[in-house]
C-alpha cells in the first residue's frame, strides 16, 4: 500500500523512497539538451531567433540570478553559497534544527557545477549558425530549492534543484 505522497504523485515518480522526512525532486530541462530544442524553446519564448547569441543568454541567466536574489530577499528566504560535494539536504537539515519554517519553500542553495552550455555561433552575414557546446562544460550555478511541506502527521523537506544551462 504505498504512502499519500506517492498515491498522489504516482505518474510522476520513478522508483520509490525510504526516508520519511525528505524528499528529493529534480528539476530537468530537456529542450536545453539539444541545440535544436534550444533554439525551438527560444522561438516560443521570444518568436524568433533575431536576438539568440551569447550575450543575451549570458544576459538572461544574471537577470534570473538577480531576480531570485531580490524575490528571496523580498520574502525573508535565504540564499546560501554552498561548495561543490557539499550534502545540500545536511545544510537544510542544520538550518531547520535553529529556524522554524513553514511551509513552501524556506531556503535556495546555490553552488557551482560543470553544466551543458550552448555557444550561439554567428555566420559571416552576421545571422545565427548552429549552437554548439562548450567544451569542457564551464562551471555554472546550480540552484536547490529547499521546500517544506506538511503531510498529515509527517513534514517532509523537498529538494528541486535546477540550472539555467546558460553562459555564466
Known amino acids: 500500500m504505498p504512502d499519500q505522497l506517492s ?18 525532486l529534480n528539476a530537468y530541462f530537456t529542450m536545453g539538451q539539444s541545440g535544436g530544442g ?3 524553446w527560444w522561438r516560443a519564448l521570444y518568436g524568433s531567433d533575431d536576438k539568440l547569441d551569447d550575450n543575451h543568454l549570458m544576459r538572461m541567466a544574471g537577470r ?11 520574502n525573508g528566504i535565504p540564499v546560501i553559497y554552498s561548495s561543490p560535494g557539499e550534502r545540500k539536504h545536511d545544510i537544510a537539515a542544520e538550518y ?17 557545477a560543470p553544466a551543458l552550455v550552448w555557444e550561439a555561433q554567428m555566420t559571416g552575414t ?27 502527521h509527517v513534514a ?13
Open 64 to 74: 534570473f540570478s538577480r531576480r531570485l536574489r531580490a524575490w528571496a530577499k523580498a
Open 126 to 152: 552576421g545571422k545565427l549558425g548552429q549552437l554548439a557546446p562548450k567544451d569542457p562544460w564551464p562551471y555554472v550555478n546550480h540552484y536547490s530549492f529547499h521546500l517544506g511541506m506538511h503531510l498529515t
Open 156 to 168: 517532509p523537506i523537498g529538494s528541486m534543484k535546477d540550472h539555467g544551462g546558460l553562459p555564466s
Open 38 to 40: 534550444l533554439r525551438t
Open 96 to 112: 531547520l534544527s535553529s529556524h522554524e519554517v513553514k511551509r513552501g519553500l524556506f531556503m535556495i542553495l546555490v553552488s557551482k
Open 7 to 24: 498515491a498522489l504523485y504516482d505518474d510522476l515518480l520513478e522508483g520509490s523512497y525510504d526516508c520519511v522526512d525528505r524528499v528529493i
